[in-house]
């Protein structure tokens, strides 16, 4: 054992594209994880707050919600509001109106309103006051397979990069308690706030492609976003067989931008049949091709991460 | 008309319906593609536009003009989203946390703060495939904030009467769908017979009818899963327009380029009857 109490190891697990298989794929690694004679101690994060499924397959037993305030919405009180306009004057989101109900006083669209509150200080009455949000739940779970951390931001809401941040920080102090080695983090599509939030302070991204145009172009943002953060990364190709072109553009690419491509998983139909029994697919079809291949990048990853052997 | 389509889940199949709409309703109308996904863009992978037009997407940050700064720190204090710090004598800017709202130059009692722009991506428009108008925006890499593109990418031009709009929208359920949606007659909603899909359809019902918009489903890859999709939509009322089964080759044609009305072209006249199916839903609901 080391005597040294290093910080655990955090993966990232992005697409750019969205639905190329990153939440089946971190399943797996739970799974695969678990499943040692001596498991390493890890946590898994679903950084996807907005569209959260890897719960689905993890299956947590009792969930303990915990409240996610993030920022807050301007509301204008109708008793004080004297319809002077100068509310609506200084916002830029078109978000205030004449109320629907009264149009002798203005009303403020919470879902156009971006929380700034311009208008609080441009109000000559005092009529409108700033009301902070609950804009989600976060979860700290236990499955099967190790400790989840989650969350689900409420439909429409902002400040996703917040709660993952959040939910990020929680699994941290959570894997320095149990001496974890590794944080998984199955991050979400795109490039924007909660993907950057998802990739600060990382080691190692995995990128999961798939052969397509799509994926390659979206790869190559990704791939941008997580270099500008300084995150070293490699590529998994899944559903390799669908576009024999499109997987052998994406080696060419990997090879030319010097990035190590660490595994190709056939399409197998055993993979939404697995998500169907909200399985990982290595539990219930560890002879399959996909669990073989998604095996190999497992092993490939953990060395990558230079993860100590029990 | 104004259709978004939107699925919750990523990688259901937004982008290959909705250029495929777009091109079978091309000779019906005039029609203009929004594409909204400025995080991953790949509409133009399938509608091939010839981009005559590039702007920057900006956003206008403060400047403090030093010389006439007292440092008083109203305008830190007035920030909502710690976009300014004051050390010592001086004011720091974080564009990155700037939202350009405006406040802390109105707030400035020396008016000391000017406005800048500082370029967060670009707005692309070029005319694609079959007549169809093609709007993009690109979120620069790096950059953290896709939806004041989104914002300013709808305001390129004004929708106008026998004109339909297609907003192809970024897949989740946060601050940048709700903008894609914001104004749209219709959620074309494109989703797959799967826990995932189902889950995260629901994040997508639950922001549409906050909204009071109107919606249809597309069951793409239909048949690989169950039927808990189904009795969802059967209890939320929520019609299913078009089915597309799961087929090898589709997938394989798609992941080249193709487009599904040039691989199956009977689906353009099915893609006719699901917009008639619309303009039936929307007249109903306007009446």
Same mark, same amino acid.
């Given at each position: 054992?080391?005597?040294?109490?290093?910080?655990?190891?955090?993966?990232?697990?992005?697409?750019?594209?969205?639905?190329?298989?990153?939440?089946?794929?971190?399943?797996?690694?739970?799974?695969?994880?678990?499943?040692?004679?001596?498991?390493?101690?890890?946590?898994?994060?679903?950084?996807?707050?907005?569209?959260?499924?890897?719960?689905?397959?993890?299956?947590?037993?009792?969930?303990?919600?915990?409240?996610?305030?993030?920022?807050?919405?301007?509301?204008?009180?109708?008793?004080?509001?004297?319809?002077?306009?100068?509310?609506?004057?200084?916002?830029?989101?078109?978000?205030?109106?004449?109320?629907?109900?009264?149009?002798?006083?203005?009303?403020?669209?919470?879902?156009?309103?971006?929380?700034?509150?311009?208008?609080?200080?441009?109000?000559?009455?005092?009529?409108?006051?700033?009301?902070?949000?609950?804009?989600?739940?976060?979860?700290?779970?236990?499955?099967?397979?190790?400790?989840?951390?989650?969350?689900?931001?409420?439909?429409?809401?902002?400040?996703?990069?917040?709660?993952?941040?959040?939910?990020?920080?929680?699994?941290?102090?959570?894997?320095?308690?149990?001496?974890?080695?590794?944080?998984?983090?199955?991050?979400?599509?795109?490039?924007?706030?909660?993907?950057?939030?998802?990739?600060?302070?990382?080691?190692?991204?995995?990128?999961?492609?798939?052969?397509? %145009?799509?994926?390659?172009?979206?790869?190559?943002?990704?791939?941008?976003?997580?270099?500008?953060?300084?995150?070293?990364?490699?590529?998994?190709?899944?559903?390799?067989?669908?576009?024999?072109?499109?997987?052998?553009?994406?080696?060419?690419?990997?090879?030319?931008?010097?990035?190590?491509?660490?595994?190709?998983?056939?399409?197998?139909?055993?993979?939404?049949?697995?998500?169907?029994?909200?399985?990982?697919?290595?539990? %219930?079809?560890?002879?399959?091709?996909?669990?073989?291949?998604?095996?190999?990048?497992?092993?490939?990853?953990?060395?990558?991460?230079?993860?100590?052997?029990? | 008309?104004?259709?978004?389509?939107?699925?919750?889940?990523?990688?259901?199949?937004?982008?290959?319906?909705?250029?495929?709409?777009?091109?079978?309703?091309?000779?019906?109308?005039?029609?203009?593609?929004?594409?909204?996904?400025?995080?991953?863009?790949?509409?133009?992978?399938?509608?091939?536009?010839?981009?005559?037009?590039?702007?920057?997407?900006?956003?206008?940050?403060?400047?403090?003009?030093?010389?006439?700064?007292?440092?008083?720190?109203?305008?830190?204090?007035?920030?909502?989203?710690?976009?300014?710090?004051?050390?010592?004598?001086?004011?720091?800017?974080?564009?990155?946390?700037?939202?350009?709202?405006?406040?802390?130059?109105?707030?400035?009692?020396?008016?000391?703060?000017?406005?800048?722009?500082?370029?967060?991506?670009?707005?692309?428009?070029?005319?694609?495939?079959?007549?169809?108008?093609?709007?993009?925006?690109?979120?620069?890499?790096?950059?953290?904030?896709?939806?004041?593109?989104?914002?300013?990418?709808?305001?390129?031009?004004?929708?106008?009467?026998?004109?339909?709009?297609?907003?192809?929208?970024?897949?989740?359920?946060?601050?940048?769908?709700?903008?894609?949606?914001?104004?749209?007659?219709?959620?074309?909603?494109?989703?797959?017979?799967?826990?995932?899909?189902?889950?995260?359809?629901?994040?997508?019902?639950?922001?549409?009818?906050?909204?009071?918009?109107?919606?249809?489903?597309?069951?793409?890859?239909?048949?690989?899963?169950?039927?808990?999709?189904?009795?969802?939509?059967?209890?939320?009322?929520?019609?299913?327009?078009?089915?597309?089964?799961?087929?090898?080759?589709?997938?394989?044609?798609?992941?080249?380029?193709?487009?599904?009305?040039?691989?199956?072209?009977?689906?353009?006249?099915?893609?006719?009857?699901?917009?008639?199916?619309?303009?039936?839903?929307?007249?109903?609901?306007?009446?």
């Amino acid at each position: 054992m080391s005597t040294q109490n290093s910080r655990a190891k955090q993966l990232i697990i992005l697409s750019g594209k969205g639905g190329t298989g990153k939440t089946s794929i971190s399943a797996a690694f739970a799974h695969l994880n678990a499943d040692q004679e001596e498991p390493r101690p890890m946590v898994f994060v679903d950084a996807d707050v907005d569209a959260a499924n890897l719960s689905l397959v993890l299956q947590p037993g009792n969930l303990d919600p915990k409240e996610f305030w993030g920022g807050s919405l301007a509301e204008i009180d109708p008793e004080k509001c004297i319809n002077c306009g100068a509310c609506s004057a200084v916002c830029r989101y078109d978000a205030i109106f004449p109320d629907p109900k009264n149009d002798q006083v203005q009303w403020i669209d919470p879902i156009a309103c971006d929380g700034c509150a311009a208008c609080v200080y441009a109000c000559p009455e005092g009529a409108i006051s700033m009301v902070r949000q609950q804009e989600g739940n976060w979860f700290q779970s236990n499955t099967p397979y190790g400790t989840l951390f989650h969350a689900e931001l409420f439909p429409g809401r902002e400040n996703s990069g917040k709660l993952v941040t959040l939910i990020k920080q929680q699994a941290r102090l959570y894997a320095e308690d149990i001496q974890s080695q590794c944080v998984v983090i199955d991050g979400p599509p795109g490039i924007g706030c909660p993907v950057i939030s998802a990739c600060a302070g990382t080691d190692l991204g995995l990128i999961v492609t798939e052969p397509s %145009l799509m994926g390659l172009h979206d790869l190559k943002r990704v791939l941008g976003t997580l270099r500008h953060f300084h995150v070293p990364s490699v590529i998994c190709i899944n559903k390799a067989d669908i576009y024999p072109e499109g997987t052998r553009a994406i080696r060419e690419y990997a090879a030319a931008e010097g990035i190590e491509l660490i595994g190709e998983i056939p399409y197998d139909e055993k993979v939404p049949r697995a998500m169907i029994e909200g399985k990982p697919v290595t539990v %219930l079809f560890p002879d399959s091709f996909a669990a073989k291949a998604i095996q190999e990048v497992w092993h490939k990853t953990t060395s990558l991460l230079q993860l100590q052997e029990d | 008309m104004q259709i978004a389509v939107a699925s919750g889940k990523g990688g259901t199949g937004k982008t290959t319906i909705a250029t495929s709409l777009a091109l079978s309703l091309a000779s019906l109308a005039k029609v203009r593609y929004f594409d909204c996904d400025v995080e991953a863009p790949n509409g133009h992978l399938f509608l091939k536009p010839e981009f005559s037009e590039s702007t920057p997407a900006v956003i206008r940050i403060p400047q403090i003009q030093t010389e006439k700064c007292t440092a008083c720190g109203r305008c830190v204090e007035v920030c909502e989203f710690h976009a300014l710090a004051q050390v010592g004598k001086n004011i720091l800017v974080f564009p990155q946390l700037c939202h350009g709202c405006g406040s802390c130059t109105w707030n400035c009692p020396e008016n000391v703060i000017v406005e800048v722009p500082n370029p967060i991506g670009t707005l692309e428009r070029g005319m694609a495939l079959e007549n169809i108008e093609f709007f993009r925006g690109l979120l620069t890499i790096s950059e953290p904030m896709p939806t004041p593109i989104i914002r300013q990418l709808k305001k390129r031009v004004h929708p106008q009467p026998n004109t339909i709009n297609i907003y192809d929208a970024p897949p989740g359920a946060s601050c940048s769908v709700v903008e894609t949606l914001r104004g749209v007659d219709f959620a074309l909603l494109v989703t797959e017979p799967t826990p995932f899909g189902l889950h995260d359809l629901k994040q997508m019902l639950g922001i549409l009818s906050d909204m009071n918009i109107p919606s249809g489903v597309v069951i793409n890859r239909d048949g690989i899963g169950d039927d808990s999709l189904e009795e969802t939509l059967r209890e939320f009322n929520i019609p299913v327009l078009l089915r597309v089964p799961f087929d090898r080759a589709l997938a394989e044609n798609l992941a080249s380029g193709r487009t599904l009305v040039d691989v199956y072209p009977e689906y353009r006249n099915a893609l006719r009857d699901l917009y008639q199916q619309i303009t039936e839903i929307v007249g109903g609901k306007t009446k």
